[in-house]
């Protein structure tokens, strides 16, 4: 920052910014044209563009390496059981109808598989299925399509 002749704190805030460019550049995988059409707007000299672009060329790749590596493993689904349990009466309640679904949920990551059990009424769970139908609706409509083209 000395030698810049500017204060520490505007000299992070230009790499926290560089930082950032380069990163979402690269995730986003955008082209040349792009990433100079992004660049053209902060106001910079033509040299200091054609630098940019050229630091995010040569880097791109080993950016996006990176960010694949700092990305959470998150579990996949491997199985599914399920059951359904039906208490037709108690001491108390001679004639009661209490349904239960219990799920035991697979799930598989990072080379070890895990079992998660869930119980739950089944209002609970057709509310349940209702919402996952709808966002699977939503995932066909022509902004996320355009979306998760984007982030490809």
């Known amino acids: 920052a000395g030698n810049l002749d ?3 704190e505007a000299l992070q805030r230009g790499l926290d910014g560089l930082s950032y460019l380069l990163a979402e550049s690269s995730k986003l995988m955008i082209s040349e044209t792009d990433f100079q059409d992004s660049v053209h707007v902060l106001g910079f000299s033509d040299e200091l563009n054609k630098l940019l672009l050229q630091l995010y060329l040569d880097n791109r790749k ?3 390496s ?3 590596e700092l990305a959470p493993r998150l579990p996949s689904y491997h199985n599914l059981e ?3 349990d039906v208490q037709l009466a108690s001491r108390s309640l001679r004639q009661q109808i209490k349904p239960v679904v219990t799920l035991k949920l697979h799930l598989s990551g990072n ?3 895990t079992a998660q059990v869930l119980q739950t009424d089944p209002s609970t769970l057709l509310h349940l299925i209702r919402q ?3 966002a699977l609706g939503e995932m066909k409509s022509s902004h996320c399509r ?3 083209r984007n982030m490809k």
């Open 111 to 113: 080379g070890h598989q």
């Open 6 to 8: 500017v204060g520490a």
């Open 82 to 84: 399920w059951r359904l």
């Open 66 to 68: 990176v960010l694949s």
């Open 146 to 148: 355009r979306v998760v």
């Open 62 to 64: 080993e950016i996006r």
């Open 132 to 134: 996952l139908e709808q």
